[in-house]
């Protein structure tokens, strides 16, 4: 009977520490104070050079990837732009930036083809072998060549979207698949506590 009481008893104390935990209003994972990002010199789609400064008084959204990728990178950008659109008019207040992480096969010009197709407002970068990894250093991001065939590869990347509010901070991870209602409702927070 004691030891049933005190097993019961240290269940609870276990449950409790749990229930305080500190819990937060965000359906991604909050990394608010976290070690992640930098500057991000980089150059868009169009040739104009671009740091996070450039884009201070918006929540910024950055997600890694290629042009080429079969399936992670376009359903991102796609439930990005449907969560935007669920927005209305605050969608401006956000700024979508895609970074390619195959600078050699991701020229300007492909980029500029390839991002605004899934939303006018997004943007593209990309920079040379070394901007590229040292802002894959920056976000801690896994992204490396990967043969298929003769001459032919794909790039293996993480895919996460990480999300900074209006004064640069970083703020959130959003899981790939996280789907557009979830950021939407992230992305008002962010807004509303700008």
Known sequence: MIRALAAALACAAALAGCDSAPRTPFKGIDVTGAALGGELRLTDHNGKPRTMADFRGKVVAITFGYTQCPDVCPTTLSDWNKALK???????????LFVTVDPQRDKPELLK???PAFNPGFLGLYGT???TKKVEDDFKIYAQQKATTPGQYIMEHDARTYVFDAN???RLV???GTNPEAIASDLRLLLNSA
């Open 168 to 170: 640069g901070k970083v």
């Open 86 to 96: 669920l927005l209305g008019q605050d969608a401006g207040r956000v700024q979508m």
């Open 174 to 176: 959003e899981a790939p």
């Open 113 to 115: 083809e390839y991002v």
């Open 129 to 131: 072998e070394a901007q």
